[in-house]
């Protein structure tokens, strides 16, 4: 027998799963809410680890493919002090493949590939198990549909989540302002080379600037401080009003009074910028868990939201890869008829592997947005000789 099987959501762990599902043979309805692929920017490069994220593709067939398109030299870091002094220049050896880079968006073409049942704006408002029909899924639009398993792959703000567990995320007190310059080689060619192959991290008091370089000669700069939710309401204390976010000559003015005093070429990487995205970061408590539910689960940011060390998409899909495994092989394939035996396993595993990697995240963003910049390097040539 078949089972009605989706999950909520196309991003790095919705799309694993469903690639890694339908290799075993097993229809999967994906269900996202964006219109289309392109519907919105795909957002800067992820670095996918060795036995994570790299092992994830490879259960979904996908690794040769994926080492052809992505690039190794942007592992490449460098570190800078405030006043523009070299501290760190470290480059991956040629044949490194700890962690190469690769643009989302080409990740999500990958993904998605000749993946069978992708619906898009599909946007799930609820979800409720235990129906006579089964799990019934709800839509904003008014339509709603019943499955036997409905994976929450729908990141941080999970409208499946609170089938399972009332826990929301809490704001971790770093903030982050994203911005991104184009055709930097051609036309900041100084920027250019201060950023190298890879990326080019500053770290100052309770603030940091990084600049990570993406495909096509696109660079995307995120601007890290440590700050209340509110901080644009007193940031703009000179003019005496609160600084309107969607103002990019305001907050441009904003970031560059924050970071006062930094090298100019590094604030020109913020005077370059074309907008500037506020993105605060969240995450779910480090242990998050709950009673499982027959019929639904969680993966990746909605099951274990934390703070961005590159370890979240790694997750998301080796989650999706494993669970797609284990309910393929472990119950479908043996005939016992039940995916859920398979689903319940598979929690305590995710738990445990995600609760390891939300203690070094949380750890690692206090030592790298921290009161001491000493604390980042020292973090840094941690990661770099572990
Ligand atoms: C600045 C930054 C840099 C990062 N760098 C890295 C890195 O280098 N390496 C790394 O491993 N991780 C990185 N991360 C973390 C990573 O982006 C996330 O952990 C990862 O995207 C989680 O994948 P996901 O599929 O669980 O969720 P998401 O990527 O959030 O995907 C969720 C999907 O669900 C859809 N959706 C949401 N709500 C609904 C709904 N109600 N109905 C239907 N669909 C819905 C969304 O449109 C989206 O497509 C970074 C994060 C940030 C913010």
Same mark, same amino acid.
Request: glycine share 12%; proline share 8%; no cysteine.
């Given at each position: 027998m078949?089972?009605?099987?989706?999950? &909520?959501? %196309?991003?790095?762990?919705?799309?694993?799963?469903? *690639?890694?599902?339908?290799?075993?043979?097993? $229809?999967?309805a994906v269900l996202e809410r964006d219109p289309a692929p392109?519907?919105?920017?795909?957002?800067?490069?992820?670095?996918?680890?060795?036995?994570?994220?790299?092992?994830?593709?490879?259960?979904a067939g996908l690794l040769a493919e994926f080492q052809a398109l992505s690039r190794p030299e942007g592992q490449a870091m460098r570190i800078l002090d405030t006043d523009g002094t070299v501290l760190r220049d470290w480059h991956p050896r040629p044949d490194e493949r700890a962690n190469p880079e690769i643009d989302r968006g080409?990740?999500?073409?990958?993904?998605?590939?000749?993946?069978?049942?992708?619906?898009?704006g599909r946007s799930v408002t609820r979800v409720v198990p235990g129906t006579r029909d089964g799990v019934l899924v709800h839509f904003a639009d008014g339509r709603q549909e019943a499955f036997?398993? &409905?994976? %929450?792959?729908?990141?941080?703000?999970?409208?499946? *989540?609170?089938?399972?567990?009332?826990?929301? $995320?809490?704001y971790t007190g770093v903030t982050s302002v994203e911005t991104s310059l184009d055709e930097v080689d051609t036309r900041h060619p100084a920027l250019a080379r201060l950023i190298g192959d890879g990326s080019v991290a500053v770290y100052g008091v309770n603030r940091s600037l990084v600049a990570q370089r993406n495909s096509g000669g696109h660079v995307k700069v995120y601007a890290k401080f440590r700050a209340p939710l509110g901080w644009h309401a007193k940031l703009d204390l000179d003019l005496n009003r609160n600084l309107d976010l969607a103002d990019v000559e305001a907050v441009r003015s904003g970031l560059l009074a924050l970071f006062d005093g930094w090298a100019a070429p590094v604030l020109d990487l913020l005077?370059?910028?074309?907008?500037?995205?506020?993105?605060?970061?969240?995450?779910?408590?480090?242990?998050?868990?709950?009673?499982?539910?027959?019929?639904?689960?969680?993966?990746?940011?909605?099951?274990?939201?934390?703070?961005?060390?590159?370890?979240?998409?790694?997750?998301?899909?080796?989650?999706?890869?494993e669970l797609a495994e284990s309910i393929?092989?472990?119950?479908?394939?043996?005939?016992?008829?039940?995916?859920?035996?398979?689903?319940?396993?598979?929690?305590?595993?995710?738990?445990?592997?995600?609760?390891?990697?939300?203690?070094?995240?949380?750890?690692g963003l206090e030592r790298l947005v921290s009161p001491d910049p000493a604390e980042a390097i020292a973090q840094f040539d941690h990661v770099q000789l572990s």
């Open positions: 078949r089972h009605r099987i989706a999950v &909520v959501g %196309g991003g790095p762990a919705g799309l694993t799963f469903a *690639r890694v599902l339908q290799r075993h043979g097993h $229809p999967v392109d519907a919105r920017p795909p957002g800067g490069t992820l670095d996918l680890q060795e036995g994570l994220g790299q092992l994830a593709l490879d259960k080409q990740l999500r073409d990958l993904l998605l590939g000749p993946l069978d049942d992708v619906r898009w036997d398993l &409905v994976i %929450g792959a729908d990141g941080a703000w999970s409208r499946v *989540r609170p089938a399972v567990s009332p826990v929301t $995320p809490h005077r370059h910028g074309a907008a500037f995205v506020h993105r605060p970061f969240y995450s779910l408590p480090v242990s998050h868990t709950w009673t499982h539910v027959p019929g639904v689960t969680l993966l990746g940011d909605a099951a274990h939201l934390m703070p961005p060390l590159g370890a979240g998409a790694n997750l998301a899909m080796l989650d999706g890869a393929a092989t472990e119950s479908i394939a043996s005939g016992s008829g039940d995916p859920d035996e398979a689903v319940r396993a598979f929690e305590e595993r995710m738990w445990a592997r995600a609760g390891r990697w939300a203690q070094i995240t949380t750890a």
